[in-house]
């Protein structure tokens, strides 16, 4: 069991550590890692092991977005036209209100952010949640089929659905819905499985050298023209 000297410690060295973090990188760039680990990057690293390279790491598309801004920016107009323009005993509703939609927007837009789908050099996985986290993964090699759909009106944006089949019913990486440029996201797949597989591209041969007869003399002399 911990003593209270023991926690005190350990908040102490981690603040020095924390310390040393802002003497390296800055206080500003620290604070834009922490930022930028909200919206999934985290959740990526966390994920990867020792030695293992990222091929593509994909998020939703840009459409997605756009109900949530919308929203947003509603909830943001209400605030400014209607609530200084109302008496003080409902100013608190408009004001909650714009909140709640404020609030809701930047949630979702987070949400869609933070749902990554990886491939690496092994397997492909998907990370996704806000509160609640869920992971899936799956080797690439355990891949049988792969389903691009891409909708008329996704096609005017480049993006698209991607279905993974294999010998399960069930799984998290089913249905990877509303990515940029999916066909290319499935070639990707593909030729890593080929190269995991072995049918992939060999590697050109190197030409080895003739073999010297036994009876022919080395000799590192130029050739010249032969004197009569």
Request: aromatic content about 10%; proline content about 6%; overall charge positive.
């Amino acid at each position: 069991m911990r003593t209270p000297r023991d926690l005190l410690d350990g908040l102490t060295d981690r603040f020095v550590r924390w310390l040393d973090r802002v003497a390296e990188d800055g206080l500003i760039r620290l604070l834009w890692w922490r930022v930028k680990s909200w919206f999934g990057h985290r959740m990526v690293a966390r994920k990867l092991v020792s030695g293992e390279r990222i091929i593509v790491e994909v998020c939703h598309s840009a459409i997605l977005y756009v109900v949530p801004v919308l929203i947003g920016l509603a909830g943001l107009i209400l605030g400014i036209v209607m609530v200084p323009f109302v008496s003080a005993n409902v100013a608190w509703f408009g004001i909650l209100v714009s909140l709640g939609l404020i609030g809701y927007s930047f949630g979702r837009s987070l949400y869609i952010a933070r749902d990554r789908f990886v491939v690496t050099d092994s397997r492909v996985f998907r990370v996704w949640g806000l509160f609640s986290l869920h992971e899936a993964e799956m080797e690439i090699v355990r891949l049988l089929d792969i389903t691009v759909s891409r909708p008329w009106y996704l096609r005017l944006f480049g993006s698209g659905h991607l279905v993974l089949e294999n010998a399960a019913q069930q799984q998290g990486l089913r249905d990877i819905v509303y990515i940029p440029h999916p066909h290319g996201l499935a070639r990707v797949i593909h030729k890593r499985r080929r190269e995991m597989s072995g049918a992939g591209p060999k590697p050109p041969e190197k030409k080895k050298p003739n073999p010297r007869r036994p009876d022919h003399p080395a000799t590192n002399r130029p050739v010249t023209a032969r004197r009569r």
